[in-house]
């Protein structure tokens, strides 16, 4: 399991109900006794003050890296049945390319049954961590 330092820039998993398996960018804040991380959102705010960035406590095994950006190649970013991640609601959301409409993809999310069309802006492809780094799926 990789280790942080106070000041990297990650994401984190939710796992709250509604948010499982959606990642969040954050950065660490301090590294707990217990092996976690208080980390603060780049995105995500308190509830009773929309002023403050988030700062909540994460398992070691909800931190990631933040995976590199790839570059699509010619004129098509994205094909048909891709994983892409999609950036909704403050953070990354895992699903499919389903159709293509010039820049704009549609995506299906599975945890939803969603379909939602997004600019190539706002997709990345998809990429899981493991312990040998990062990997297509």
């Known amino acids: 399991m990789r280790v ?17 398996g959606s990642y969040y960018e954050a950065t660490i804040v301090s590294i707990l006794k217990d092996g976690s991380y208080k980390v ?10 929309d002023s403050k960035l988030l700062v909540e406590k994460a398992s070691a095994d909800e931190v990631r890296p ?14 048909y049945l891709d994983k892409v991640d999609a950036f ?11 159709g293509i409409d010039g820049f704009k993809y549609s995506v299906y999310f599975e945890s939803s049954r969603d379909e939602i069309a997004y600019p190539v802006s706002r997709l990345r492809r998809h990429l899981e961590w493991s312990s040998d780094g990062w990997v297509f799926t």
């Not at 603060?40 to 003050?49: Q, T």
């Not at 933040?66 to 094909?79: A, E, H």
């Open 40 to 49: 603060r959102y780049k995105n995500l705010v308190e509830e009773e003050d």
């Open 88 to 98: 909704d609601n403050d953070g990354w959301w895992v699903g499919i390319v389903t």
């Open 66 to 79: 933040m995976p590199p950006r790839i570059q699509g190649k010619g004129t098509r970013f994205y094909s």
């Open 4 to 20: 942080f330092r106070v000041g990297d820039k990650v994401e984190v998993c939710s796992t709250e109900e509604g948010f499982v």
